[in-house]
């Protein structure tokens, strides 16, 4: 028989274990530990830091680098350069290398926004050999492969009497506040935002993140943590040489990562301490040491796959995500949006019988061709403030092309206007500031994030209104409990149902009450009743202000929400105006049917003969 475990219990358990954490630190001053094993913890607080800034660029923002060493070696050496060359007190000299470290870092940086995946991986290893080189070569500065000696070490004679006992409870202090000022940073905004880039970085781009600032902010990070290593060493160790920074512990220190769990902050403390401590226990197996590290490893990810970030997540508890949202109750029966067609009708601002708002966004010769195929065809019409423009036409008539082009994700020829500034081939980011959001045609949600983070991460601040992380979360959960999915706020992207998923897509982008919302097939995936319901939601949303262009295939919905309609077939635009007007055109009939209108009559879908006395342009 089990019992379940209650938060109380589980409380409890926490709280034990972090007792028992603070004791074995404890241990090691209390009990007069082995100098030698008391060093070796020092170098895993160490390396821990270290390990911490890769977490960050790998684990957190995606980006492979396996130049960690170097940059170790490059705060080394800055901190040994400054204390020996100018004199300077080690709480001057580290600083400042953290300084020069993190301008390296910025460099990488903007390297990586050029290229990525396993070439970006080469690159970073090639730094390892480039500082070897350079440090061996240069001896009149770093003192060659003899390296630099005699460097002034940091003392402080009351915490024991040789420089390991000394440092031991300083490191020890210094490392967890490193973690807890990144456990902070990785649920900030930035945070945030560095985790949709690793996990999609177009829809992240699409969705206001600046995807070269974010990665330029990673590697620093990766570099300031690296540089703060490197000088912690050096004042411990007092020495510093090319053989101290090679490959070897670069893929080490990514080893401390891969262990601790890829994106788990907390569980790359207890990946560094398990890749540096587990060799010096297994020393007594003497030549065999190192294939039983090995095979320790092996069994670590094989009972733990997502790494020891499952234990140490646990152990950081909500303060990992600033607690949980309180429990909304689940909507009994099948999913429905009659309580979103309700939160939506109650912050109406206008009727949709209101005049026209004039133009608010311009399409002019717009072209873009993939090799010889040319998607859109010098396509012009205008979209009018305060309507639901429908675009409609068969599959491949550039219509993803036209919504990917509004919102920067493709560079076209030709001119997009929105009001009164040009917006073709900006950065979706800027884009996006200028108030255009989207979804897109298949549901790409960040699925490592939770539903409430992945809202929180598109929304952008308004003049005059506040932007600390409460206001967020608060115009988040508004968003979410428009589209009646509120209740989802704490759930992982990755465990909701398809349309489940596509109507978190749409909280995400109207958090930011956009001008213009860019709709790319929002009932796909949705059964029938839901399409209606979806219907009213987003002429609920024009009420409140927002202009919608949707690109949609079924033709009822189109007809029963959209205010007008333009039609692309082959990249071209056949046809502009009114539903009902549209539909019965020769030219659009042809389009979807394949044959013209006068041989089929009596084939043709009765919303299609239907007669109108609208007005209709036609191109061809």
């Excluded at 019992?3 to 404890?26: C, G, K």
């Excluded at 790494?307 to 099948?334: N, S, Y």
């Amino acid at each position: 028989m089990t019992f379940p475990m209650t938060s109380t219990m589980t409380s409890a358990l926490r709280s034990a274990a972090w007792l028992l954490i603070v004791a074995a630190l404890f241990a090691p001053v209390v009990f007069g530990l082995n100098t030698y094993y008391v060093h070796v913890l020092n170098l895993a607080w160490i390396f821990a830091i270290a390990a911490l800034g890769l977490s960050v660029a790998t684990g957190v923002a995606g980006q492979i680098v396996l130049g960690q060493a170097a940059l170790v070696g490059f705060g080394a050496y800055a901190t040994a350069l400054l204390m020996m060359r100018l004199s300077l007190p080690w709480w001057i000299a580290l600083p400042g290398a953290m300084v020069l470290t993190g301008l390296v870092g910025a460099v990488l940086g903007l390297i990586s926004t050029r290229i990525k995946g396993h070439y970006l991986a080469i690159v970073t290893l090639a730094l390892n050999e480039i500082f070897r080189i350079v440090a061996l070569n240069e001896e009149s500065l770093t003192g060659g492969p003899m390296g630099l000696r005699n460097i002034p070490t940091l003392h402080i004679p009351m915490l024991g009497d040789n420089i390991d006992r000394q440092l031991y409870l300083p490191l020890v202090l210094l490392m967890f506040a490193s973690y807890a000022v990144m456990v902070h940073f990785h649920r900030s905004s930035l945070g945030r935002e560095l985790r949709a880039v690793r996990d999609d970085e177009m829809a992240a781009e699409a969705m206001g993140v600046n995807s070269v600032r974010a990665k330029t902010i990673a590697f620093v990070i990766c570099s300031v943590w690296a540089a703060l290593a490197g000088g912690l060493y050096v004042l411990l160790v007092g020495f510093v040489a090319p053989t101290n920074f090679t490959i070897a512990e670069s893929i080490k220190m990514m080893l401390m990562v891969v262990i601790g769990g890829l994106g788990s902050i907390p569980g790359t403390m207890l990946g560094a301490f398990v890749v540096t401590v587990l060799p010096e226990a297994l020393r007594d197996l003497q030549t065999y040491y190192m294939a039983a590290f090995g095979a320790g490893v092996v069994v670590i990810m094989l009972v733990w796959p997502k790494g020891l970030g499952v234990v140490a997540d646990w152990l950081c508890g909500d303060f990992l995500t600033r607690g949980r949202e309180a429990e909304v109750p689940a909507p009994a029966g099948p999913l429905s949006l009659a309580h979103a067609i309700a939160a939506t009708s109650s912050t109406a601002r206008r009727t949709a019988a209101e005049p026209d708002g004039g133009t608010l966004m311009r399409l002019r010769d717009v072209s873009r061709s993939f090799g010889g195929v040319r998607a859109l065809n010098d396509v012009s019409f205008e979209v009018r403030r305060g309507e639901i423009l429908g675009v409609i036409g068969p599959n491949g008539s550039g219509k993803s092309t036209m919504i990917n082009a509004c919102s920067g994700v493709v560079h076209v020829e030709g001119a997009i206007e929105l009001e009164a500034g040009r917006i073709e081939n900006r950065p979706p980011w800027d884009i996006h500031a200028l108030g255009v959001a989207r979804i897109f045609q298949n549901v790409r949600l960040w699925e490592s994030m939770t539903v409430l983070e992945n809202v929180m991460v598109a929304w952008r601040p308004v003049a005059g209104e506040a932007s600390g992380e409460a206001a967020i979360r608060a115009a988040a959960l508004a968003a979410l409990d428009q589209m009646g999915v509120r209740h989802l706020a704490m759930r992982r992207a990755r465990d909701l149902s398809f349309g489940q998923s596509r109507l978190v897509e749409m909280a995400r982008a109207i958090v930011a009450r956009p001008k213009i919302l860019l709709l790319d097939e929002p009932a796909a995936g949705l059964r029938g009743g839901l399409v209606l319901e979806l219907a009213q939601i987003l002429k609920n949303l024009r009420d409140q202000g927002m202009t919608v262009l949707v690109v949609e295939h079924r033709i009822k919905l189109v007809t029963s929400m959209c205010d007008r309609v333009v039609v692309l077939n082959l990249g071209d635009l056949i046809a502009d105006g009114p539903p009902a007007a549209v539909m019965e055109t020769q030219a659009v009939v042809e389009a979807y049917l394949g044959e013209r209108a006068d041989a089929s009559a009596d084939a043709m879908p009765r919303r299609i003969r239907r007669r109108s006395a609208s007005p209709v342009v036609v191109r061809g």
